[in-house]
């Protein structure tokens, strides 16, 4: 059988095999943890504060403890009783699980009922008596870094302002000289909206601990099981052979589920004094105001440039707003993430990044909202800073990045910030979008539709990630190495389960896994199956969040099937009373060289492996890989929007979206692609309307879904996707990470567009959600 | 979302139905489409004692013409408007807005009385029926009265019902002259409710205006009627002058405020630009250019 042929049947890399997972989830056959029913489960709801920033005078909790159903109530105080008032937080702070002495955001957790049932639990919470002193709440970062802002975090030792980091990256001196050389700095002040990952399910835990054997087993919402298992060892002191974290069905993450928050460890507590199983889920409103934010950063870029328009230094000011707790999810040597990824696409001789945290009296969180670790703000910057430095110079937009690119031959390539990109072809991409959206055509279009008096524009975004922790050496989550891992093990029939360290939350793992095991093996992917989310059951694994699955455990997946292979191989060997090196592999099957009718499949070594396997060899065909990538992967593309705005009412219509991407090799082009329409789609809602916004009290607005607005298939635009493939130099399939690259790349994309309507007027930014409201009155300011 | 305890009721007759709820008290509720009171009992914004649930009750869901008038009744649910053949023929600017309303599953649930009785000021309904003259039934022990709903929308969320009256039908004077209308709605998203949204409704005789009626969504703290602009465009010559001017004198009346859809300057601006451009397709409608 040609190789070709072989590939084809099993249905491996490269193939859009349907999703196996999305039987289930069709037919409504998931298991959600909230469908988690265990017998005498009891149900815990929260009472979360009213207010801002407020000292807590008294908590009295005598009528709800007599009414109907209650079988417990919790507050600050009793967890303080078992050393559970505080939890470290995964950027190295604590955060409070319920406030003891002060509430620091509004929604923030202050007690619980744990009740007979969910409805019952809830009349409770209103009777519950707390009486606050209010304080003046924080709601502007950079009010909160002045000297004489109230002290919110006052239950620090040794803290004295709100400042919970200050971080910098690439080199001040070069850039300063690099800006003493330029003809033109161009400048752009701009908020990048806290807006929120909103998975369809909500965060909640099933917290099941026996009294007698003292196993705890939670059944929760997480995108990291393995680092939750860890961190709770900790944090409750619980053995961790004790723990077992078992992850159902996760209906959505995008960051959201990565941290651990109050509810998980309040749950456990709860089931730990009360000897009975006890549920907690959020309710949508819940979710939004008090889980993982993401963004929230307040930048300041400045670009310098000849006037022909090459890049000479970047610089970059910036204050992000964390919160009341500094709880972003990122590698512990990064404060602000990887956001030093900002000099992007382009070959920048010099930058500087300044970064400065500060807390304030909103929900903490700063999650990487389908993004490697705040790597969509600098692609942001950078891309909004490109267009906004076209129009100056007067040069086109596609232009001025083709000029600046660093070019194919220089990959390795080594930025000014010290990542060392691994490979990329950025022109072929544009080149791509540009001819499949009809860029020359477009333009003309937008001369005859200004001489009318109508608005079109054209955003480009060539953008670039830095995606797939670690290595282990730069990366790590609390001390946490970041690899991962995958457990292969073949069964005596030809069937292989594929134990894996990451965690899906429908991104396709099941599939996307057994197809790399078809293709390094040969075993079709029906009969691999996937397993996830059990921390008793697989490897140990730092969880998918920052598109790290395929960069760190899909690696792993394949290196395992090659050590396999080559006991297969072993085998086949002694079946077929040849040496090895006188067999030919031929995706799941070895045949004698010169030979090729006397071979033996992969089923027939399988069976041996436990039948009838050669003198001095193991048993069996199992294994286990802990795969630490040399280097990170560094998917990039370009997206093109066409926008019309109508003058009379600022609003805008998306009329094309063309996305070029390039992930290196597609493991499944089917789920790439899915992938890219979502974050896309998300792109699209971020640049348009998503955002939580606080009054001056720091009341939360954008706590449901009227307020907080995600768009939905109606609105979302049609999208035009097509690939590049640049295969990573270092991993072993030349795969990327691909899962938020649409998520990072696009809102910078819709807004460009939005500007290039409005650039002849005057216009240079308008920051998102770019709401027609905006769009009205920068026309009427412009044109004044 | 859980909703505090309540009881509920479902009657099979509209006498049933008034007894219930005159029984009730004053914190017995009519469930039509729920598309309004549902979220605000998950809430907890709303914690009536008793749910009276009208959608049992037969003949209340027909669309109907009667004696120059389009009965509309409590059941009729936006969705039915949406595929409604006679609305379509004969009132462009409430086939205009119905599909406008939110999402297709609360079109399919809400009611256009429901909306009415609920008063939101950013509700749609409430604007086409102000533009349109329209008056509701109302039902209680003591009898039926119909109220214009220019005296129904009292405050946000406030009407002139009493606690124990059923709306059972919204009546819409069908326009006897050539006539056209239309409603025009800026939203951020589908399903949104309106930033700001506008009907008008044409009337013509003999080459000018007769009646005009516009009204305003999500622009005051009721459904705002744009007196002046009707005022000066009944009798009018129609044309761009005159719908420049309706603009103008619309955006006067409207009473908006600053929120996170935008500044009142901007909204008032809108009312200005929809309101030419609602009076210009209106016009179109009732054929009187092209
Ligand atoms: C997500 C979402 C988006 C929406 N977007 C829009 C929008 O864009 N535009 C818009 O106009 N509306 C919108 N709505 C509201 C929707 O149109 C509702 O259907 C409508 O406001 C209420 O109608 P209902 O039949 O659902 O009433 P219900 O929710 O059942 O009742 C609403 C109120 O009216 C009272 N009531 C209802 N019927 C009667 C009656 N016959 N007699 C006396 N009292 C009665 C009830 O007691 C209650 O107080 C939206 C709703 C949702 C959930």
Redesign the pocket.
């Known amino acids: 059988m040609a190789v070709a042929e072989q590939e084809r049947t099993v249905r491996g890399i490269g193939h859009s095999l349907r999703r196996h997972e999305d039987d289930r989830f069709i037919r409504g056959k998931g298991t959600y943890v909230d469908d988690i029913v265990l017998p005498g489960m009891l149900h815990m709801a929260i009472l979360r504060s009213p207010l801002a920033h407020a000292r807590i005078v008294s908590i009295d909790t005598s009528k709800a403890q007599a009414a109907e159903g209650v079988v417990a109530v919790i507050t600050g105080a009793d967890l303080a009783a078992h050393n559970l008032a505080w939890m470290p937080t995964l950027s190295g702070d604590t955060q409070a699980v319920f406030a003891t002495d002060k509430v620091r955001f509004q929604g923030q957790e202050v007690a619980a009922v744990v009740a007979e049932d969910p409805y019952l639990a809830r009349d409770a919470l209103q009777l519950i008596d707390v009486e606050y002193d209010p304080l003046p709440a924080l709601v502007d970062p950079h009010k909160a870094l002045e000297p004489d802002a109230v002290l919110i975090r006052d239950d620090k030792e040794g803290q004295t302002d709100n400042r919970c980091y200050h971080w910098e990256a690439g080199d001040p001196r070069a850039t300063d000289e690099a800006f003493a050389r330029a003809d033109v700095v161009v400048t752009l002040d701009t908020h990048y909206p806290r807006c929120h990952p909103s998975p369809m399910e909500t965060c909640g835990i099933v917290a099941d601990v026996n009294q007698a054997t003292g196993q705890a087993t939670l059944h929760m919402t997480s995108q990291a099981p393995h680092a939750h298992r860890t961190l709770f060892a900790m944090v409750a002191g619980l053995p961790e052979q004790n723990i077992r974290i078992k992850t159902p069905d996760i209906g959505g993450g995008f960051g959201n589920k990565v941290p651990i928050y109050p509810g998980y460890v309040a749950a456990t507590a709860a089931s730990l004094l009360l000897g009975r199983p006890v549920k907690w889920i959020e309710d949508r409103s819940e979710n939004l105001i008090s889980t993982g934010f993401a963004r929230d950063f307040h930048m300041h870029g400045e670009l310098a440039l000849t006037r022909d328009g090459e890049m000479l230094g970047l610089r970059v000011r910036l204050v992000s707003d964390n919160g009341a707790f500094y709880a972003d999810a990122q590698p512990s040597k990064c404060r602000a993430g990887l956001f030093h990824i900002v000099t992007g696409s382009y070959a920048l001789p010099a930058a500087h990044v300044v970064a400065d945290g500060a807390y304030t009296n909103k929900a903490p969180g700063g999650v990487a909202y389908r993004c490697s670790f705040r790597v969509t703000e600098a692609s942001f910057l950078i891309e909004r800073l490109v267009h906004n430095a076209a129009i100056e110079l007067g040069l086109d937009p596609a232009e001025l990045r083709r000029r600046n690119f660093i070019r194919p031959e220089q990959f390795p390539y080594t930025s000014a910030t010290g990542f060392v990109y691994d490979s990329g072809n950025y022109e072929a991409a544009l080149d791509l979008a540009l001819q499949q959206v009809g860029y020359d055509d477009l333009r003309e279009e937008q001369r005859r539709a200004r001489a009318e008096g109508r608005l079109l524009g054209i955003g480009i975004a060539s953008f670039t990630e830095v995606v797939g922790a670690g290595n282990h050496k730069d990366y790590d989550i609390a001390g946490i190495k970041m690899f991962d891992s995958a457990e292969l093990r073949v069964h005596p029939t030809g069937k292989a389960i594929l134990k894996i360290g990451v965690q899906t939350q429908g991104q396709g793992h099941e599939t996307t896994f057994a197809q790399i095991v078809a293709s390094e093996l040969g075993i079709p992917p029906e009969d691999v199956l996937v397993q996830y989310g059990d921390t008793d059951n697989v490897p140990y694994g730092l969880g998918t969040y920052a598109s790290r699955s395929t960069p760190t455990a899909g690696a792993a997946t394949a290196v395992i099937s090659r050590k396999l292979r080559d006991k297969a191989r072993q085998i086949a060997a002694h079946l077929l009373e040849v040496s090895e090196e006188d067999l030919e592999w031929d995706t799941g099957r070895f045949s004698v060289k010169g030979a090729p009718d006397r071979a033996v499949t992969i089923q027939d070594v399988a069976l041996a492996a436990y039948t009838n396997m050669p003198e001095g060899l193991e048993a069996g065909l199992e294994g286990v890989h802990y795969y630490d990538p040399p280097n990170m992967t560094f998917p990039f593309g370009t997206y093109v929007v066409v926008v019309e705005v109508d003058p009379g009412t600022g609003d805008w219509k998306v009329l094309r979206v063309v996305a070029v991407d390039d992930c290196g090799v597609r493991i499944n082009p089917m789920i790439v692609e899915g992938q890219i329409h979502g974050g896309l789609a998300e792109g699209f809602g971020i640049a348009k309307m998503e955002l939580i916004t606080f009054d001056e009290d720091g009341n939360c607005i954008g706590s449901n879904f009227?307020d907080y607005l995600l768009p939905t298939s109606w609105e979302t635009p049609n999208f035009e996707c097509f690939a590049t493939v640049t295969p990573s130099p270092h991993h072993p399939l030349g795969a990327k990470g691909v899962g938020e690259s649409a998520t990072v790349g696009s809102p910078a994309a819709y807004v460009n567009a939005v500007i290039d309507a409005l650039g002849h007027l005057g216009v240079r930014n308008i920051d998102m959600p770019v709401t027609s409201a905006k769009v009205w009155e920068a026309i009427q300011q412009a044109s004044r | 979302m859980y909703p505090a305890r309540f009881d509920y009721v479902a009657p099979r007759s509209l006498e049933d139905a008034v007894e219930a709820l005159a029984g009730g008290g004053d914190d017995a509720?009519?469930?039509?489409?729920?598309?309004?009171?549902?979220?605000l009992m998950k809430l907890r914004f709303a914690e009536p004692s008793l749910l009276v649930d009208?959608n049992r009750i037969p003949g209340l869901d027909g669309i109907a013409e009667d004696g120059g008038r389009l009965r509309i009744g409590?059941l009729v649910r936006?969705n039915d408007v949406v595929g409604s053949r006679l609305v379509a023929d004969r009132l462009p600017v409430m086939a205009a807005a119905a599909p406008l309303?939110?999402d297709p599953l609360?079109r399919n649930?809400?009611?256009v009385?429901?909306?009415l009785?609920?008063a939101?000021p950013?509700?749609?309904?409430g604007s086409v029926m102000l533009a349109l003259g329209a008056e509701v039934v109302a039902r209680s022990p003591s009898g039926e009265r119909t109220i214009p709903v220019s005296e129904l929308l009292v405050d946000t969320f406030t009407t002139s019902?009493a606690p124990d009256?059923?709306?059972t039908e919204v009546r819409v004077p069908l326009p006897q002259r050539r006539s056209g209308g239309h409603y025009l709605k800026l939203?951020r998203k589908v399903?949104?409710?309106?930033t700001v949204g506008v009907a008008v409704q044409l009337e013509l005789d003999d080459g000018r205006i007769g009646r005009a009626g516009i009204a305003l969504t999500a622009v005051g703290p009721r459904n705002v009627t744009a007196t002046e602009a009707e005022r000066v465009l009944a009798g009018a010559e129609p044309g761009p002058d005159a719908f420049a001017e309706a603009g103008r004198l619309a955006a006067d009346a409207a009473e908006p405020v600053d929120d996170v859809r935008g500044s009142a300057r901007y909204k008032r601006a809108v009312v200005q630009t929809f309101v030419e451009r609602a009076l210009t397709r209106a016009h179109e409608i009732a054929g009187g250019s092209r």
Do not use: M, N, R
Not at chain 2, 122 to 125: E, K, L, S, V
Not at chain 2, 191 to 194: K, L, P
């Open positions: 009227t | 509720k009519v469930l039509a489409g729920g598309q309004s009171l549902i979220p009208i409590a936006h309303i939110s609360v649930l809400g009611t009385c429901g909306s009785c609920h939101d950013a509700g749609d309904w019902l009256e059923i709306v939203e399903g949104d409710f309106a």
